[in-house]
C-alpha cells in the first residue's frame, strides 16, 4: 500500500514536471518576435516562470478538483471529518519550500537583469545615480551580443531622441540632422534613444523589443537596446496620457546597416512635411461631431523629413 | 469556580475582563472612555502619517529640485519662529499641570494653566500670521513654497483645532459634574496637544533649522 | 423581523445597530457594483472592434477612470466593510461595535461621495479622464478650465471616502482589540476577524499617504501650487509614490478579508477545522507588514532607479510566502474532508482556484525583467481582475450565500444559486483570461482602439464581460425573492461552529442577551466541545414566530 502511494505520486510528479516542461517551452510563442537582444534573456526567463507556475497551478488546483470530486459527503452522511488542526512539519515545509522557490526565482531575475543592464557602458553611471536621477536611470540597457563574442568589433551606439508630446511621436537623428515620424534602427547595433516628453508622462514602447520606459516630463531618460531582428513593429504610449493615447502610435523599422545609411541619406535630402497623425486627423474631421467632453487639444502633425509609410 | 472560569482566567488578557466591564456601554452610542481613548490614539497615529508624508514629500523636493528657494528668496528667518517654538513647546507644560490640578480635583488651578496653554496656543497662531505676512513668497512660488505654506498651514490648522477643544473644555468645565464619567475630554485635548507640539518640533528642524 | 413589512424602513434611518449598518453598506455597495458594472459594459463594448466606434474616446476614458473608482471605493472597500460591521461584533460576541454612532456616520457618508463622484457626469467637461490612478500632469490638465471640474470632484470624492475609511478603521481595530467576550483571547478569534484587524491596520498607516498625495493633487488643481507640475518645477513621480504607498496595500484590504471569509467557509463544509489555525491568523499580521514595502513595483518602468527596483522585487516575492501559507493551509483543511458543495461552498473554491492563478501571474509580475515588458499591458489588467474578480468578488458572493441565513432570517435558493456560480464562473475566466495573452502580446492597458492583430481575444473578452454581467440576474433574483418569501431559516442551518450560529437568525438588537463565555478553540469540527459555556444564556426565550 505504502509503496503503492509512493509509486502513485511519483508518477503524478513526474507527469506534472513533463506538462510545465512543455508550458514553458510554449510560452515562447506566446510573445511577439524577438527583435532584440534583450527580448531572449526575457522570454527565457518568463519560460522559466512559467513552468515553475504550471507546476504549482496544477498541484493546488489538481488537489482541489479532486477533493471536490471525490471525497464529498454522502447524501445522508452528517457526520464530521477527522479532526486535524494541523502538522508542523507540513507547515514548516510548505513555508521553507516556497520561501527558496522565491530566493530562487528573485535571483534568477537579477541574474538577468544583471546581464540585460551591465553588459554595456550603462554600468559607470551607476555611481551618479543619488545625485541625478534625470540624466541617467537605466531602463533597460542592452545585452550587446558584440561583447560576448571578442572577435567582433565593438561599434559605437547610435543616438536618436525620441521627442513625445500629445500625441505625437518624433524622431531626430542628430548627426544627419532628420527629423522622422517613424523610427529605423539598424540591426546589431546598440541604439541609444533619448526620451523626452514636452507636456505629459507618455511611455516608451515596443513590444517586439520587450523594452518599456516612462517618459518624465522635465527629465532626458536614456533607453538602450540592441535590435537583432530585421523587420516593421510597432512603437505604442503606453502610459496613459489623454484622450488619445490610444492613437499615439509609430512604426519601427530594424533594417541593415547598409539600407539604414540609404534610408537616413534619403531623408536628409528631402524638404520636411507633415506627417500623419492620427490623434490630429481625428480631432480635426469631427470637432463639432464629437458627441464627447472637452479635450485637450491635439499638438499639430509635426514637420518631417520623412514622414513613414504607414498611414495609422 | 468550574473549569471555565479559570480557564478564562488564565488565558484573558486584561483588556478583556476589561472589555467585559466596558460592554453595556457600547449599546448606547458611544464606547467606554477606556475604549474612547484607544481609538483616539490610533486615530492620532493615523494622522500622524499624513504629516510624514509631508515631510517626506518634503525632503524629497528639498534633495532633487533643480530650483528650490523662489527668485529672491535667500531664507528663512529664524528668530520669530524660535520664540513661537519655545512657546508651543512650553505650552505642552503647561497643559501637562493643567492637568495634574484636575487630577487632584483643583479646578481653579485647572483653569488657569489651561486658560494659559489657550493663550500661549493662540499668541504662536498669532505669529505665524505675522510670519506669513511677512514672507516674499507666496504658495504658488515653487515646491519650496508650496510646501511650505502647506507644512506650516496644515499644522496650523491643528493648532486652530486644539485651541478650540481647549476652549471647549475651560467651558465644559464649569458645568456640574462633568467629570463624574471621567476626564476623557480633557485627557484626549491635553494629548492632542503634544501630538501637535511633536509635529511641530519634527517641522521646524525640517524647515528652519535645515536649509 | 427583517423583511417584515412594518419593518423594513430601518434600513434606511440613521440607525446606530452594525447588523443594520452592515445591510446598509452591503445593499448601497451592491447597487454600486452594477453602475461600475455598467461602465465595464460599455467598456467591453467599445473593445469589441479595434476601432474607436462606440463611444467617443473621452467618454470611453471616464468610462474606464470611473469603473476603477466605483468597484474600489464604493463596491469592494464598502461591501466588506459591511460583511465585517454585520460579522465581527458577532464574532466576537459583542454586542455593537465600540463607536456605533461614528460607524453610522461613517456609512453615510458613502452615498454622499458617490452622490458627489456620479454628479461628476453632470459638470461641463464630464467626469475624471486621467484614469482611477490619476496620475499628474494628465489629471491637471483640465481642458474645460473650471474650477468645478470632474477631476476636482473625483478628489472630493476620494478624499470623503478616505475619512470615512480612517473612521471605520479606528473603529474595527478598537472593537476587536477591547470588545471580545469573556474567553474569547486573541487565538480563539475567528480567521475572519483577524484578517479584518490585518486590512484596517493597513487602512490606518497607508490611506493618510493618499491622502496626503490627494490634497496635494487638489492644491495643484485648483489654487496654483506647482507639487508636481513638472513644468513649473514639480515631481509627479513623487505622486506615485504616494499613490502606491497606499494603493498597492490598499488590494490587501480587499483580499485579506477574503482569505478570512475562505478560513471561515471552507471548514463548515469540508467538515474539517481549519488546518494551522495560528499560522493562518499570524500571517495576515505578516501581510499587513510586508504590504508597506512593495509599492514601487508599480512604478518599474517610471525612471525608478536599478537598486530600487531589485529591492522591491525581492520584498514583492517575498510577501508570497505568507500568502502560499494560506493556500496550502485551505488546502490541506479540505483534504479528507466530507465536503457538501453547497453555493457558498462552490464560490470558495471557485475564488481559491483563481486566486491561485492570479497569485503565480503576481510572481510574475514581480520579476523586474518581465514587469519591464508586461507593465501597463493588459497582462497587469487580467491579473488584477482574477484577484479582484476570481477571488474578492466569489468570495464576497460566498460569504454572502453563507451567511444569507443569518442575516435575513430566510434561506435562500440552492438551484439559483448554483446558476449564479455557474454564470460566474465561466464568465470570468472567458472575460479575464484573455487579456494574458493580449498583455504578452503587448497591448496597453486603458486603450480604446487597438490593432486588429488584438481583435480575437478581445472579442472572447468581451463575450466573457456580458456573460458577467447577465451572471448577476439569478444573483438578485434570489436574494430579492429569498428574503421576501424564502423558508424560514433555522439558527443554525450549515451546523457551523462560531458564536454568531448561537443566535436566532437573524440576531435580535443587542445580539447577546447574555455575554457568551468562550471556552474552546475556533474551528471544532469532528471534536465535540461546546464553544462556549452559556448557551442557553445567551438569548431570552420566545417563542419561534
Given at each position: 500500500?505504502?509503496i503503492r502511494?509512493?509509486?502513485?505520486l511519483?508518477?503524478l510528479?513526474?507527469?506534472?514536471?513533463?506538462?510545465?516542461?512543455?508550458?514553458?517551452?510554449?510560452s515562447?510563442?506566446?510573445?511577439?518576435?524577438?527583435?532584440?537582444?534583450?527580448?531572449?534573456?526575457?522570454d527565457?526567463?518568463?519560460?522559466?516562470?512559467?513552468?515553475?507556475?504550471?507546476?504549482?497551478f496544477?498541484?493546488?488546483?489538481?488537489?482541489?478538483?479532486?477533493?471536490?470530486?471525490?471525497?464529498?459527503?454522502?447524501?445522508?452522511?452528517?457526520?464530521?471529518?477527522p479532526?486535524?488542526?494541523?502538522?508542523?512539519?507540513?507547515?514548516?515545509?510548505?513555508t521553507?519550500?516556497?520561501?527558496i522557490?522565491?530566493?530562487?526565482?528573485?535571483?534568477?531575475?537579477?541574474?538577468?537583469?544583471?546581464?540585460?543592464?551591465?553588459?554595456?557602458?550603462?554600468?559607470?553611471?551607476?555611481?551618479?545615480?543619488?545625485?541625478?536621477?534625470?540624466?541617467?536611470?537605466?531602463?533597460?540597457?542592452?545585452?550587446?551580443?558584440?561583447?560576448?563574442?571578442?572577435?567582433?568589433?565593438?561599434?559605437?551606439?547610435?543616438?536618436?531622441?525620441?521627442?513625445?508630446?500629445?500625441?505625437?511621436?518624433?524622431?531626430?537623428y542628430?548627426?544627419?540632422?532628420?527629423?522622422?515620424?517613424?523610427?529605423?534602427?539598424?540591426a546589431?547595433?546598440?541604439?541609444?534613444?533619448?526620451l523626452?516628453?514636452e507636456?505629459v508622462?507618455?511611455?516608451?514602447?515596443?513590444?517586439?523589443?520587450?523594452?518599456?520606459?516612462?517618459?518624465?516630463?522635465?527629465?532626458a531618460?536614456?533607453?538602450?537596446f540592441?535590435?537583432?531582428r530585421?523587420?516593421?513593429y510597432r512603437?505604442?504610449?503606453?502610459?496613459?496620457?489623454?484622450t488619445?493615447?490610444?492613437?499615439?502610435?509609430?512604426?519601427?523599422?530594424?533594417?541593415?546597416?547598409?539600407?539604414?545609411?540609404?534610408?537616413?541619406?534619403?531623408?536628409?535630402?528631402?524638404?520636411?512635411?507633415?506627417?500623419?497623425?492620427?490623434a490630429?486627423?481625428?480631432?480635426?474631421?469631427?470637432?463639432?461631431g464629437?458627441?464627447?467632453?472637452?479635450?485637450?487639444?491635439?499638438?499639430?502633425?509635426p514637420?518631417?523629413?520623412?514622414?513613414?509609410?504607414?498611414?495609422s | 469556580m468550574?473549569?471555565?472560569?479559570?480557564?478564562?482566567?488564565?488565558?484573558?488578557?486584561?483588556?478583556?475582563?476589561?472589555?467585559?466591564?466596558?460592554?453595556?456601554?457600547a449599546?448606547?452610542?458611544?464606547?467606554?472612555p477606556?475604549?474612547q481613548?484607544?481609538?483616539?490614539?490610533i486615530?492620532?497615529?493615523?494622522?500622524?502619517?499624513?504629516?510624514?508624508?509631508?515631510?517626506?514629500?518634503?525632503?524629497?523636493?528639498?534633495?532633487?529640485?533643480?530650483?528650490?528657494?523662489?527668485?529672491?528668496?535667500?531664507?528663512?528667518?529664524v528668530?520669530?519662529?524660535?520664540?513661537?517654538?519655545?512657546?508651543?513647546?512650553?505650552?505642552s507644560?503647561?497643559?501637562?499641570l493643567?492637568?495634574?490640578?484636575?487630577?487632584?480635583k483643583?479646578?481653579w488651578?485647572?483653569?488657569?494653566?489651561w486658560l494659559l496653554?489657550?493663550?500661549?496656543?493662540?499668541?504662536?497662531?498669532?505669529?505665524?500670521a505675522?510670519?506669513?505676512?511677512?514672507?516674499?513668497?507666496?504658495?504658488?512660488?515653487?515646491v519650496?513654497?508650496?510646501?511650505?505654506?502647506?507644512?506650516?498651514?496644515?499644522?496650523?490648522?491643528?493648532?486652530?483645532?486644539?485651541?478650540?477643544?481647549?476652549?471647549?473644555m475651560?467651558?465644559?468645565s464649569?458645568?456640574?459634574?462633568?467629570y463624574?464619567?471621567?476626564?476623557?475630554?480633557?485627557a484626549?485635548?491635553?494629548l492632542?496637544?503634544?501630538?501637535?507640539?511633536?509635529?511641530?518640533?519634527?517641522?521646524?528642524?525640517?524647515?528652519?533649522?535645515?536649509? | 423581523?427583517?423583511?417584515?413589512?412594518n419593518?423594513?424602513?430601518?434600513?434606511?434611518?440613521?440607525?446606530?445597530?452594525h447588523?443594520?449598518?452592515?445591510?446598509?453598506?452591503?445593499?448601497?455597495?451592491?447597487?454600486?457594483?452594477?453602475?461600475?458594472?455598467?461602465?465595464?459594459m460599455?467598456?467591453?463594448?467599445?473593445?469589441?472592434?479595434?476601432?474607436?466606434?462606440?463611444v467617443?474616446?473621452?467618454?470611453?476614458n471616464?468610462?474606464?477612470?470611473?469603473?476603477?473608482t466605483v468597484?474600489?471605493?464604493?463596491?469592494?472597500?464598502?461591501?466588506?466593510?459591511?460583511?465585517?460591521?454585520?460579522?465581527?461584533?458577532?464574532?466576537?460576541?459583542?454586542?455593537?461595535?465600540?463607536?456605533?454612532?461614528?460607524?453610522?456616520?461613517?456609512?453615510?457618508?458613502?452615498?454622499v461621495?458617490?452622490?458627489?463622484?456620479?454628479?461628476?457626469f453632470?459638470?461641463?467637461?464630464?467626469?475624471a479622464?486621467?484614469?482611477?490612478?490619476?496620475?499628474?500632469?494628465?489629471?491637471?490638465?483640465n481642458?474645460?478650465?473650471n474650477?468645478?471640474?470632474?477631476?476636482?470632484?473625483?478628489?472630493?470624492a476620494?478624499?470623503?471616502?478616505?475619512?470615512?475609511?480612517i473612521?471605520?478603521?479606528?473603529n474595527f481595530?478598537?472593537t476587536?482589540?477591547?470588545?471580545?467576550?469573556?474567553?474569547?483571547t486573541?487565538?480563539?478569534?475567528?480567521?475572519?476577524?483577524?484578517?479584518?484587524?490585518?486590512?484596517?491596520?493597513?487602512?490606518?498607516?497607508?490611506?493618510?499617504?493618499?491622502?496626503?498625495?490627494?490634497?496635494?493633487?487638489?492644491?495643484?488643481?485648483?489654487?496654483?501650487?506647482?507639487?508636481?507640475?513638472?513644468a513649473?518645477?514639480?515631481d509627479?513621480?513623487?505622486?506615485q509614490?504616494?499613490?502606491?504607498?497606499?494603493s498597492?496595500?490598499?488590494?490587501?484590504?480587499?483580499?485579506?478579508?477574503?482569505?478570512?471569509?475562505?478560513?471561515?467557509v471552507?471548514?463548515?463544509?469540508?467538515?474539517?477545522?481549519l488546518?494551522?489555525?495560528k499560522?493562518?491568523?499570524?500571517?495576515?499580521?505578516?501581510?499587513?507588514?510586508?504590504?508597506?514595502?512593495?509599492?514601487?513595483?508599480?512604478?518599474?518602468?517610471?525612471?525608478?532607479?536599478?537598486?530600487?527596483?531589485?529591492?522591491?522585487m525581492?520584498t514583492?516575492?517575498?510577501?508570497?510566502?505568507?500568502?502560499?501559507?494560506?493556500?496550502?493551509?485551505?488546502?490541506?483543511?479540505?483534504?479528507?474532508g466530507?465536503?457538501?458543495?453547497?453555493?457558498?461552498?462552490?464560490?470558495?473554491?471557485?475564488g481559491?482556484?483563481?486566486?491561485?492563478?492570479?497569485?503565480?501571474?503576481?510572481?510574475?509580475?514581480a520579476?523586474?525583467?518581465?514587469?519591464i515588458?508586461?507593465n501597463?499591458?493588459?497582462?497587469?489588467?487580467?491579473?488584477?481582475?482574477?484577484?479582484?474578480?476570481?477571488?474578492?468578488v466569489?468570495?464576497?458572493?460566498?460569504?454572502i450565500?453563507?451567511?444569507?441565513?443569518?442575516?435575513?432570517?430566510?434561506?435562500?435558493s440552492?438551484g439559483?444559486?448554483?446558476?449564479?456560480?455557474?454564470?460566474?464562473?465561466?464568465?470570468?475566466?472567458?472575460?479575464?483570461?484573455?487579456?494574458?495573452?493580449?498583455?504578452?502580446?503587448?497591448?496597453?492597458r486603458?486603450?480604446?482602439?487597438y490593432?486588429?492583430?488584438?481583435?480575437?481575444?478581445?472579442?472572447?473578452?468581451?463575450?466573457?464581460?456580458?456573460?458577467?454581467?447577465?451572471?448577476?440576474?439569478?444573483?438578485?433574483?434570489?436574494?430579492i425573492?429569498?428574503w421576501?418569501?424564502?423558508?424560514?431559516?433555522?439558527?443554525n442551518?450549515?451546523?457551523?461552529?462560531?458564536?454568531?450560529?448561537?443566535?436566532?437568525?437573524?440576531?435580535?438588537?443587542?445580539?447577546?442577551?447574555?455575554?457568551?463565555?468562550?471556552?474552546?478553540?475556533p474551528?471544532?469540527?469532528?471534536?465535540s466541545?461546546?464553544?462556549?459555556?452559556?448557551?442557553?444564556?445567551?438569548?431570552?426565550?420566545?417563542?419561534?414566530?
Open positions: 500500500m505504502k502511494t509512493i509509486l502513485t511519483g508518477t510528479v513526474i507527469a506534472l514536471a513533463l506538462i510545465s516542461w512543455w508550458m514553458g517551452e510554449q515562447y510563442t506566446w510573445f511577439p518576435p524577438q527583435a532584440s537582444a534583450e527580448s531572449q534573456l526575457i527565457r526567463l518568463f519560460s522559466f516562470l512559467v513552468a515553475i507556475g504550471t507546476f504549482i496544477l498541484g493546488v488546483v489538481g488537489t482541489i478538483v479532486y477533493v471536490a470530486l471525490f471525497q464529498q459527503a454522502g447524501k445522508y452522511d452528517t457526520s464530521d471529518g479532526h486535524i488542526e494541523g502538522n508542523v512539519t507540513l507547515e514548516v515545509v510548505w521553507a519550500i516556497p520561501f522557490l522565491v530566493v530562487g526565482i528573485a535571483a534568477y531575475s537579477y541574474h538577468i537583469y544583471d546581464r540585460i543592464s551591465i553588459l554595456g557602458p550603462m554600468e559607470h553611471v551607476h555611481g551618479s545615480m543619488a545625485h541625478n536621477m534625470a540624466s541617467e536611470t537605466p531602463a533597460i540597457a542592452p545585452v550587446s551580443t558584440e561583447a560576448n563574442d571578442s572577435n567582433a568589433i565593438v561599434k559605437s551606439e547610435v543616438v536618436i531622441a525620441v521627442k513625445s508630446r500629445q500625441w505625437a511621436w518624433e524622431f531626430y542628430p548627426d544627419r540632422q532628420v527629423t522622422t515620424a517613424e523610427l529605423h534602427l539598424p546589431d547595433q546598440r541604439i541609444s534613444l533619448q523626452t516628453s507636456d508622462i507618455h511611455g516608451f514602447y515596443v513590444p517586439a523589443f520587450r523594452v518599456k520606459q516612462d517618459i518624465i516630463p522635465g527629465r531618460i536614456t533607453l538602450k540592441t535590435p537583432i530585421e523587420g516593421r512603437l505604442r504610449d503606453s502610459q496613459y496620457s489623454g488619445y493615447f490610444a492613437a499615439m502610435q509609430a512604426d519601427v523599422v530594424v533594417e541593415s546597416d547598409d539600407s539604414y545609411q540609404q534610408w537616413l541619406t534619403d531623408a536628409a535630402n528631402q524638404k520636411p512635411t507633415a506627417a500623419y497623425n492620427q490630429f486627423d481625428e480631432f480635426q474631421r469631427s470637432p463639432g464629437r458627441i464627447g467632453w472637452q479635450t485637450v487639444q491635439p499638438a499639430p502633425p514637420l518631417v523629413n520623412y514622414p513613414g509609410k504607414g498611414t | 468550574n473549569p471555565t472560569e479559570t480557564d478564562l482566567r488564565d488565558d484573558a488578557s486584561p483588556a478583556i475582563t476589561e472589555a467585559h466591564g466596558d460592554a453595556h456601554h449599546a448606547h452610542g458611544h464606547g467606554s477606556g475604549d481613548m484607544f481609538g483616539f490614539v486615530f492620532l497615529l493615523s494622522e500622524s502619517v499624513i504629516f510624514f508624508s509631508f515631510f517626506a514629500g518634503y525632503i524629497v523636493y528639498k534633495t532633487t529640485a533643480q530650483t528650490w528657494l523662489p527668485e529672491g528668496v535667500l531664507g528663512l528667518e528668530r520669530e519662529p524660535a520664540i513661537n517654538t519655545v512657546i508651543l513647546v512650553s505650552s507644560f503647561t497643559i501637562y493643567a492637568e495634574r490640578y484636575l487630577h487632584i483643583q479646578l488651578g485647572f483653569r488657569a494653566f496653554t489657550i493663550a500661549m496656543g493662540s499668541y504662536f497662531l498669532y505669529g505665524q505675522i510670519e506669513w505676512s511677512h514672507l516674499a513668497f507666496g504658495f504658488t512660488d515653487g519650496f513654497g508650496g510646501t511650505f505654506y502647506l507644512l506650516t498651514g496644515f499644522h496650523g490648522l491643528h493648532v486652530f483645532a486644539g485651541v478650540l477643544l481647549q476652549l471647549i475651560l467651558v465644559r464649569f458645568i456640574p459634574g462633568n463624574d464619567r471621567g476626564e476623557f475630554g480633557v484626549s485635548t491635553s492632542f496637544w503634544h501630538f501637535v507640539d511633536v509635529i511641530w518640533i519634527i517641522l521646524f528642524l525640517l524647515i528652519y533649522i535645515w536649509q | 423581523m427583517p423583511g417584515a413589512p419593518d423594513w424602513q430601518r434600513f434606511f434611518s440613521f440607525s446606530t445597530d447588523k443594520v449598518i452592515g445591510i446598509q453598506y452591503l445593499v448601497t455597495s451592491f447597487f454600486f457594483f452594477l453602475v461600475g458594472g455598467i461602465f465595464a460599455i467598456i467591453r463594448g467599445e473593445l469589441i472592434t479595434p476601432e474607436s466606434d462606440l467617443d474616446r473621452t467618454v470611453y471616464a468610462m474606464f477612470t470611473m469603473h476603477g468597484m474600489l471605493f464604493l463596491w469592494t472597500f464598502p461591501c466588506l466593510l459591511g460583511l465585517g460591521n454585520y460579522l465581527v461584533p458577532l464574532m466576537i460576541g459583542a454586542r455593537d461595535m465600540a463607536f456605533p454612532r461614528l460607524n453610522a456616520i461613517a456609512f453615510w457618508m458613502v452615498p461621495f458617490g452622490t458627489i463622484l456620479m454628479a461628476s453632470l459638470v461641463p467637461g464630464g467626469p479622464q486621467a484614469g482611477w490612478w490619476a496620475y499628474p500632469p494628465v489629471s491637471l490638465q481642458p474645460t478650465g474650477l468645478i471640474n470632474g477631476q476636482m470632484l473625483w478628489l472630493l476620494v478624499a470623503i471616502s478616505g475619512v470615512s475609511s473612521m471605520g478603521a479606528v481595530v478598537t476587536i482589540a477591547r470588545m471580545r467576550a469573556p474567553g474569547m486573541w487565538f480563539r478569534m475567528p480567521v475572519f476577524v483577524w484578517t479584518v484587524l490585518a486590512a484596517q491596520i493597513i487602512q490606518l498607516f497607508g490611506l493618510p499617504a493618499l491622502t496626503a498625495g490627494a490634497v496635494m493633487l487638489l492644491l495643484d488643481l485648483t489654487v496654483g501650487t506647482t507639487f508636481f507640475d513638472p513649473k518645477g514639480g509627479p513621480v513623487l505622486f509614490h504616494f499613490f502606491w504607498f497606499y498597492h496595500p490598499a488590494v490587501y484590504v480587499i483580499i485579506l478579508p477574503i482569505f478570512g471569509i475562505f478560513s471561515e471552507l471548514p463548515v463544509y469540508a467538515r474539517k477545522p488546518f494551522g489555525y499560522v493562518v491568523a499570524i500571517s495576515s499580521l505578516i501581510i499587513t507588514g510586508l504590504s508597506a514595502i512593495v509599492w514601487v513595483h508599480h512604478m518599474f518602468a517610471s525612471g525608478t532607479p536599478g537598486w530600487m527596483r531589485m529591492v522591491f525581492a514583492t516575492m517575498l510577501i508570497s510566502v505568507p500568502t502560499g501559507i494560506k493556500v496550502f493551509a485551505w488546502v490541506a483543511t479540505i483534504w479528507g466530507k465536503l457538501r458543495l453547497s453555493t457558498a461552498m462552490l464560490f470558495a473554491l471557485g481559491l482556484v483563481m486566486f491561485v492563478f492570479s497569485g503565480i501571474t503576481g510572481i510574475m509580475l520579476a523586474v525583467p518581465v514587469d515588458h508586461v501597463n499591458t493588459y497582462f497587469v489588467v487580467g491579473h488584477f481582475h482574477y484577484v479582484i474578480y476570481g477571488a474578492v466569489m468570495g464576497i458572493y460566498a460569504a450565500y453563507h451567511w444569507f441565513p443569518k442575516m435575513t432570517g430566510r434561506m435562500y440552492e439559483l444559486g448554483k446558476l449564479h456560480f455557474a454564470l460566474t464562473f465561466i464568465g470570468t475566466n472567458l472575460n479575464f483570461f484573455p487579456m494574458h495573452p493580449l498583455g504578452l502580446q503587448g497591448m496597453p486603458r486603450v480604446a482602439s490593432d486588429p492583430e488584438f481583435t480575437f481575444w478581445n472579442v472572447v473578452a468581451s463575450l466573457g464581460a456580458f456573460l458577467l454581467g447577465m451572471s448577476t440576474l439569478p444573483f438578485i433574483l434570489n436574494m425573492g429569498s421576501v418569501q424564502g423558508e424560514k431559516a433555522p439558527k442551518p450549515w451546523r457551523a461552529i462560531g458564536l454568531e450560529w448561537l443566535l436566532s437568525s437573524p440576531p435580535t438588537v443587542e445580539n447577546f442577551e447574555e455575554l457568551p463565555i468562550v471556552v474552546s478553540e474551528y471544532g469540527y469532528g471534536k466541545d461546546p464553544l462556549v459555556s452559556n448557551p442557553d444564556e445567551l438569548e431570552v426565550a420566545h417563542e419561534p414566530n
